[in-house]
């Protein structure tokens, strides 16, 4: 199976997993939190789908559907146009707040975008670095792994928060 079809099939299984997650849910659903300091179900999907954006974003060379589609003023968050998610506090948390289908809308818009990055890809593409910051330097495909490893964490844990509230 070439690689394109295994990092296929892996962003398809997380885009099923967010549309599971968040299907029937309410605002109210979606805003609940364990505790005053934990992260809601819908932070935890805005902030997988943003660091997915954000990251394949950089590796095409594109422009985040954040901005480029409007998914920024259509979310109209008062955080900064910029933020990922990463290193928010709980206050920040609670300001992400959503519907489902706005949700599903902007992960479907990124995985759309992922997937035709992906499948420009080549074999050969995989061993690019594209980030030094790090020791041993990232690869293209170690970064899109641990995209897809992050995306898997943070849907699991959506995931188990909407068992609380449907169980």
Known sequence: MPSTDLLTDAFDRVKEEVHATLDGLTPDNLAYRVTENANSIAWLIWHLTR????????LAGTEQVWTAQGWAKRFGLPLGEGETGYGHTADQVAKVQSTAELLAGYYDATHEQTIAYVKTLTDDDHERIVDTAWDPPVTLAVRLISVIGDDLEHVGQAAFIRGL???
Do not use: E, F, M
Request: aromatic share 0%; no cysteine; proline share 0%.
């Open 51 to 58: 660091v997915q954006d954000d990251h394949i974003a950089d």
């Open 165 to 167: 509230l449907t169980n």
